[in-house]
């Protein structure tokens, strides 16, 4: 993988505006986020501006150890303890409750945060050369695709943003998974890079997936991580069929052709082959739908994968960016 470690000059620059109340635009595991000082709250606002996202919805606050945790939240259950001793640093973000530290303006008004360890060598050098809290959503426009690359970032977000560290692409490709631990039970409020299988065989308990209704979760809109092209999902083996009829009616679709389909001909604009391993599709899902629509598509004929282990968030991510959209 495309794994670019920063120069430390570019660290240094990185960590200054920060400093000075600006946006950075750097690098995680997952994907790129787009960074303020998480206690600045005017910093925090000039995050939601930058994306267009609305200011009630909750930013993740990213730090450098998981032993700065105690820092940011009022309490550490014993169950938040044992998952960030396990996955951090890495794509896993736990809610609990926050201290007077963090304020409203980064969580949305919530008495709750989301707090992550980044495990990208660009990320953990900017942060330890801040030394503060970095609070961050993905680096794209609201309700669009999360950008994996620099580029992207440059591409869509331009001159909104006042530093881009670059560090190629993200590894994991989709977001962390979110895992509210503010409860009695565990419960996942987004699949991401850490699989539920591996929460459930830390845990050694089922977690529980129905995400809670008291808390808001702007990735839980129906039209999250959608590209421009609208996107149906159908069963596998109608994919060829369902693209040659929307081909014939003047669309100009992009196909995710399954790997037990690969040899199947198909009459489409573009096609994805869509990889067999789950890791390396949701590295390229998000890639894969930028090029659909880079390609012209306005229509992109997919089927879900099975959904365990990375194919959850997977489906997830495939489910939202198909549903409904707000009227244009
Ligand atoms: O992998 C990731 O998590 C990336 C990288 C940059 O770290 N970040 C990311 O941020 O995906 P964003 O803002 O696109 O998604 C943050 C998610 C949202 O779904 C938000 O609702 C949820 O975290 N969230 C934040 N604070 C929360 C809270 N207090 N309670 C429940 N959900 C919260
Ligand atoms: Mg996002």
């Not at 050694?204 to 839980?220: E, F, H, K, N, Y």
């Not at 003047?250 to 082959?273: E, I, N, R, W, Y």
Request: hydrophobic share 45%.
């Amino acid at each position: 993988m495309a794994r670019v470690t920063a120069r430390t000059s570019d660290i240094d620059k990185a960590a200054g505006v920060l400093r000075g109340g600006g946006l950075v635009a750097f690098p995680t595991e997952t994907v790129y986020g787009l960074g303020a000082n998480a206690e600045d709250p005017a910093a925090v606002a000039r995050i939601f501006q930058a994306k267009g996202r609305p200011p009630s919805h909750p930013l993740i606050v990213h730090i450098g150890g998981a032993q700065l945790l105690d820092d940011w939240v009022q309490e550490v259950p014993a169950t938040a303890r044992l998952l960030a001793q396990h996955f951090w640093p890495g794509p896993l973000t736990l809610v609990l409750r926050r201290s007077q530290r963090v304020p409203l303006e980064a969580t949305g008004g919530l008495e709750t945060v989301a707090v992550r360890v980044p495990e990208h060598p660009v990320a953990l050098a900017l942060l330890s050369a801040f030394g503060g809290g970095v609070t961050a959503p993905s680096a794209n426009r609201f309700g669009s695709v999360s950008p994996t690359t620099a580029d992207h970032v440059r591409a869509e977000l331009g001159d909104a943003v006042d530093f881009v560290l670059d560090g190629g692409s993200c590894e994991v490709g989709v977001e962390s998974t979110i895992v509210d631990v503010t409860g009695e039970i565990p419960s996942l409020l987004r699949p991401g890079g850490v699989t539920r299988e591996d929460l459930e065989a830390v845990l050694g308990r089922p977690i529980s997936l129905d995400a809670t209704s008291d808390v808001r979760v702007p990735g839980q809109h129906p039209s999250h991580y959608a590209p421009r092209a609208r996107v149906v999902l159908v069963e596998p083996e109608n994919i060829a069929a369902e693209a040659a009829l929307a081909q014939d009616a003047g669309h100009q679709v992009g196909v995710f052709l399954p790997p037990a389909f690969a040899d199947t001909p198909v009459k489409a604009h573009a096609v994805v082959a869509v990889p067999a391993s789950t890791a390396v599709y949701a590295r390229g899902l998000y890639g894969f739908l930028r090029e659909l629509d880079q390609q012209g598509c306005d229509l992109i004929v997919a089927s879900l994968p099975v959904e365990e282990e990375l194919g959850l968030a997977i489906a997830n991510r495939l489910r939202r960016a198909a549903g409904p959209r707000p009227s244009a």
